[in-house]
């Protein structure tokens, strides 16, 4: 499954700004993949915070291996040592037990975060042990598909900020001021902003790489 948005998204985006309505049009419509679990969602955001997507998919299909279904029960049953040994770092296999744990129990109830407001569930979401502002950010976006994250903590986004509009540095007023004029789907902005990060237009630069 794909983010999932249209024309009426992206026409409001190019009559917004000149500037991405021609990546828009140069790109075409991006596909996304997202996963509409939440728990496995979390799962897998922690298991990729600072690795590559590579090393993320391979960790995350040996779990699936080893675990079966990956569930709050098979994670609590197989333990800190066992995901350890699927190559992830000991505290990451320690933050995906804690979380299985309070999933087990009852003390985070994880169905409400899909009822909240984005806000309230980036802070809830930041709650649990493992999960900062960024990840609880690309939960929203890629699992439960939210119209307007923007992420100010997300480098591939300010760097693609840069290259479209020619900036040296991205300070935190500058990138409030593209997410007002893409609000409300600066989620479809931020799949463009993607892209153009990794190299999708040739010949668009970072303009915090060019000489002074």
Not at 71 to 76: G, P, V
Not at 100 to 106: C, N, Q
Not at 149 to 178: C, N, P, T, W
Request: aromatic content about 10%.
């Amino acid at each position: 499954m794909y983010f999932a948005y249209g024309q009426t998204e992206t026409d409001y985006l190019k009559a917004k700004d000149s500037r991405l309505a021609a990546v828009i049009d140069r790109l075409g419509h991006i596909n996304r993949t997202v996963d509409t679990d939440l728990f496995s969602s979390v799962v897998h955001h922690i298991i990729g915070q600072q690795i590559s997507t590579k090393a993320q998919t391979t960790i995350w299909q040996r779990m699936q291996d080893a675990l079966g279904t990956v569930t709050a029960d098979s994670i609590a049953a197989a333990g800190v040592p066992l995901l350890q040994s699927l190559g992830m770092t000991f505290r990451k296999a320690e933050y995906i037990t804690d979380f299985a744990e309070k999933i087990r129990s009852g003390a985070f109830n994880l169905e409400s975060v899909k009822y909240m407001s984005d806000a309230d569930a980036i802070r809830t979401l930041s709650s649990l042990k493992g999960i900062g502002v960024w990840t609880a950010e690309m939960i929203l976006l890629f699992c439960l598909q939210r119209p307007n994250v923007f992420s100010y903590d997300d480098l591939a986004i300010q760097r693609g900020l840069r290259m479209v509009y020619h900036h040296r540095k991205i300070d935190r007023k500058l990138f409030e001021k593209y997410h007002r004029r893409f609000s409300p789907y600066c989620s479809v902005a931020s799949l463009y902003l993607w892209e153009v990060s990794g190299g999708a237009i040739p010949g668009m630069r970072d303009y915090a790489l060019v000489n002074k």
